[in-house]
């Protein structure tokens, strides 16, 4: 698929996209999970955030990011394609890290490159500052059930936002690079 064809957000500049695609093409995907691995290093995740960061995140472009895969993440009935989290002070100390992302490298491989960026970019968006300037984690504004959806539509002022922003923005096909759940 051209990059003519993908639905990249209005925003995103050439620049922002070149990157993003330079990023697949440098650090090719590793394609079998060694079991005897815990984590392993995500450099091509690691090259897109670079991208997202300077095109959307710039609070935090001074900010020391571990970019990790794990085989799977989630627990038993759940699947979470990926986790961002404040590095404790003990990682801090030992890695000089201010950040962790981790990656569901089971759904990474099973997603298009435009998913990739879209993950990428929403585990960004859990790492903020606050007013003083100290690096946090932000949690998303809506926090709701379908089923509540389904019944109730948009009920609450923080859910009328959500829900008009994504009818706004470009809607990526399930269907155009394989679901994953």
Known sequence: MTTATRKWPETFGTKTVTAIEEARRVYPDTVKWDEEWKYLEAPQVAAMAEALIEQAHTEIA????????????GGRNETRWGKASKASALV????????????????????????????????????????????????????????????????????????????????????????VT
């Open 62 to 73: 001074n900010a020391e990011i571990a970019f990790l895969f794990r085989e799977k993440l």
């Open 92 to 179: 801090k100390h030992i890695g000089d890290f201010d950040f962790i992302l981790e990656i569901n490298f089971t759904v990474w491989n099973r997603l298009g490159l435009v998913r990739r960026a879209a993950l990428v970019d929403h585990l960004l968006e859990h790492c903020g500052r606050d007013d003083n300037g100290n690096f946090i984690t932000l949690t998303p504004e809506v926090s709701e059930f379908g089923a509540i959806v389904k019944r109730w539509g948009r009920w609450q002022p923080s859910l009328q936002v959500f829900l008009s922003a994504a009818d706004a923005g470009p809607q990526l096909d399930m269907l155009e690079e394989g679901k």
